[in-house]
């Protein structure tokens, strides 16, 4: 009997983490969508919080993001009211990016939303499983 197509294919490692890679994002970024937001500005809106007030060109930097991206993503948080820009008290060169009140209020939404979101991509698993296929991947990516 020979195999079906692309079989070899479907058992690489790597096409399956892509796989699972995909949805997961597709499920975070429908989980996101409906709070209104895209995966960037939610990333964007962690490391400012995390991090600010923060250098835009050093936000970039550190979520990996083109500064013209940043610069994008950020137009749009801050006309929507989640970030501002204000010169950088140690170079009023640049401009520090910090969190508003209500981006606060946004991230903790978008953060139960991402969390439900990854809660369902890793429900065919047992707590336990869980923990180990976290471990694993942590390993594989070498992020641990």
């Known amino acids: ?15 399956i983490l892509g796989r699972a890679a995909a949805r ?11 709070e ?8 964007v809106l962690v490391a400012v919080r995390d991090l600010g007030p923060i250098a835009q060109a050093d936000l970039g930097r550190s ?13 749009d948080l801050q ?4 970030v501002v820009r204000e010169p950088d008290p140690k170079d009023r060169r640049k401009n520090a990016v910090s969190l508003t009140e ?11 939303a991402a969390c439900e979101a990854n809660d369902a991509l890793l429900a065919p698993l ?3 499983e869980r923990r ?7 390993r594989i990516s070498g992020t641990e």
């Open 1 to 15: 009997m020979a195999e079906a197509p692309l079989s070899a294919i479907h058992r690489l490692p790597s096409w």
């Open 79 to 82: 006309s929507a009211g989640h």
């Open 102 to 112: 209500e981006g606060a209020r946004l991230l903790k939404r978008c953060e139960k």
């Open 36 to 43: 209104g937001m895209r995966m960037w500005h939610h990333v």
């Open 126 to 128: 047992t707590a336990a």
């Open 24 to 34: 997961g994002r597709a499920l975070v970024a429908q989980a996101l969508a409906a």
């Open 132 to 138: 180990q296929f976290m471990d694993l991947l942590g």
């Open 63 to 75: 979520v990996g993001l083109d500064p013209k991206d940043v610069v994008g993503v950020l137009n």
